[in-house]
Structures are given as structure tokens and as C-alpha cells.
């Protein structure tokens, strides 16, 4: 049954996200499985301050918060209209006091968040370079899927600048930009400390890679996980899958 009629404009609608929560979406602001697998692979503990860049309509925040951490979090989005989205999910939710939604670039951050201050920085940032394949007329798409309005170094500048010393930096990005990812945070003081690669299933190439770094680690030592397979040999979502979206699934039973 839809819930927060009141709350929701044209075109947009409320989807369960497990736990009684739920999220405002629309045709432009949306979320896909790389957004819950990199919400599952930050795991903010209770006590971290964490900070969402490039939040959209707020599906990280909102997954964290359902399973009660981390203790507040502020999401950090340019849109205006994704963070008004975002705004009265968190007001439908009952979760003013632990979200802050913080309309800006995130070139732009100075003065408004406290440097230094955060455990926890994820993005799931554009995946193809500024110039790299076809660009959507659609802007909500563009900023989305390419780096438009701000670069891989952008983000992992303003991650560095907000992470306090041995905060992590997590982010999704597709096979081909590693390089780019490893090189972006090792420049800007953040050492990549666990990567993982996510498969469709067996016999396909990775279409997805999870990494965290660490603020001020020591160069070296990164662990590279097994990988996470989407699919079973069934065709159907594979075990780690089904526990790894656990409530969210649970949410359309």
C-alpha cells in the first residue's frame, strides 16, 4: 500500500526499503543494486559520524538508518529537487535528528561541514569520465552517470578534506576507472585498503568493483575480498545476495 500520499509531487511514489521504511523516488531519482551493495559494504557503526556525497534521493542514508547506524549523517546532493525528495522521506521516517540534508557541490563543502570531523565518507559517484560515451538530454541522468559536475579527484579531495585521521572513503565504481579510483586516493592522502568485485555470476567479466581506503594509511596491504556474485547458478539472486538485501526484500513480501 503506498504510504505518505500527502508527501509525494507528479510523478513520484514510495518504495519500502524494509523495517517500515521507506523512500521517496521518481523516474529521475532512483536507485539501483549498486546502491545497496555499497551501503552494505561501508557498514557505518553506531558511533560514526558518516557523510553521503552525491546522496540523491537518500537510499544510502535511509538503508543505514534502518538497520540503526550510523549514530547521524549528513547527505550532501546538488539537486534541488532530490534533496526536497529527500527531505520529506526523512520527515516520513521520523528521522530529522539523524539526517541533515545539505544541498551543495561538494567542491563547495568550506564552511559548511566541519573538515576532519567524519569516520564514514561513501560516494557512488558518476561512472564514465566527462567526454566518455553518450550523454543523456536528461540532466538528472548526466550528473548521475557522468562526471559533469565534479571529477574523481573532486571527490575524493572533499572525502579526504572531511574524513578524520584513519576515516574510510567507500565508493562503487566500474572495472575500467581502478586505476583512476587508486590513483585519485593515494593523491589525496586516502590508501585503498579492501576491494571487491562484483560478478553478474560465474564465467562474467566484473561489471563493478567496491573499494575503501583508509585516511593517512600506510601505503600497501590491501586485502581483495572474494567475489560477490549477483546471480546463483539457478539464474536467481545468489544467497549472499538475498542477505545482503534482507529487509529491502523483505519490504514487497
Known amino acids: 500500500m503506498e504510504m505518505g500520499c500527502g508527501m509525494l509531487k507528479d510523478n513520484e511514489k514510495t518504495e519500502p526499503l524494509g523495517c517500515g521504511m521507506r523512500i521517496i523516488v521518481s523516474d529521475e531519482h532512483k536507485f539501483w543494486t549498486d546502491t545497496v551493495l555499497l551501503a552494505h559494504f561501508a557498514a557505518p557503526g553506531k558511533n560514526d559520524k558518516a557523510c553521503d556525497l552525491g546522496s540523491g534521493c537518500g537510499p544510502i542514508p535511509l538503508i543505514w538508518l534502518r538497520n540503526n547506524a550510523p549514530r547521524f549523517v549528513s547527505a550532501v546532493e546538488i539537486q534541488e529537487n532530490a534533496c526536497d525528495m529527500l527531505k520529506r522521506s526523512i520527515e516520513m521516517n521520523s528521522l530529522s ?55 574523481m579527484d573532486d571527490i575524493t579531495d572533499a572525502a579526504s578534506r572531511l574524513l578524520n585521521f584513519s576515516g574510510r572513503l567507500c ?65 536467481f539472486f545468489s544467497d549472499e545476495m538475498m542477505q545482503i538485501y534482507g529487509a529491502y526484500k523483505e519490504g514487497y513480501d
Open 97 to 151: 535528528e539523524k539526517i541533515e540534508v545539505v544541498c551543495s557541490d561538494l567542491r563547495e563543502l568550506k564552511g559548511k561541514l566541519q573538515s576532519g570531523s567524519y569516520n564514514l565518507v561513501v560516494c557512488n559517484p558518476p561512472y564514465k569520465a566527462d567526454g566518455a560515451g553518450i550523454k543523456s538530454s536528461n540532466s538528472a541522468q548526466l550528473i548521475a552517470r557522468h562526471e559533469s559536475m565534479c571529477t
Open 171 to 235: 565508493m562503487c565504481q566500474r572495472p575500467e576507472r581502478l586505476c583512476d579510483v587508486i590513483v585519485s586516493m593515494r593523491s589525496h592522502d586516502i590508501e585503498p585498503k579492501r576491494l571487491r568485485f562484483v560478478q553478474q555470476r560465474p564465467g562474467k567479466a566484473p561489471k563493478l568493483f567496491l573499494i575503501e581506503g583508509k585516511k593517512g594509511g600506510r601505503p600497501g596491504g590491501m586485502i581483495v575480498e572474494p567475489v560477490l556474485f549477483i546471480e546463483g547458478d539457478n539464474g
